[in-house]
């Protein structure tokens, strides 16, 4: 069995998939910080939501959309749908749910990690 390490080991971890560091850094993320509605917004939209955020804080606000993650796990394709605090990863075997998980699991127990369901 492959070793555990937090999820978070994996964000700045240049051997780790583009993909995976992607989306954990967004998923790692304080909600207060996760705006992806905010894309393509005007900017003075944006500037409203920042007079909420301390300005230490503002260069850490993600708009982008929100990414997702699909990998294999047990020979299955799975999404991806939260990291945890504790440093595991929500599972489910549904690949169109963008919420709510089957199961958690150690980053390392995921293999074939791409944006893409297949």
Known sequence: M???????????DALAPEC?????SYHRRAA??????????PPYAVE???K????????????????????TF?????RCVMASRFGDIGITKNLDAD???????SVSALTEFSTEPY
């Open 20 to 24: 995976l560091r992607h989306w954990l």
């Open 48 to 50: 409203a939501a920042l």
């Open 32 to 41: 207060v910080l996760k705006r992806p509605d905010l894309h393509g917004a």
């Open 2 to 12: 492959a070793e555990h390490r937090h999820c978070d080991e994996f964000i700045d």
């Open 52 to 71: 909420w955020i301390m300005p230490e804080l503002r260069s850490y606000l993600w708009t982008d959309p929100e990414p997702v993650l699909f990998a």
């Open 99 to 105: 919420r709510g998980y089957d199961r958690r699991v």
């Open 74 to 78: 047990e020979s299955k394709r799975v």
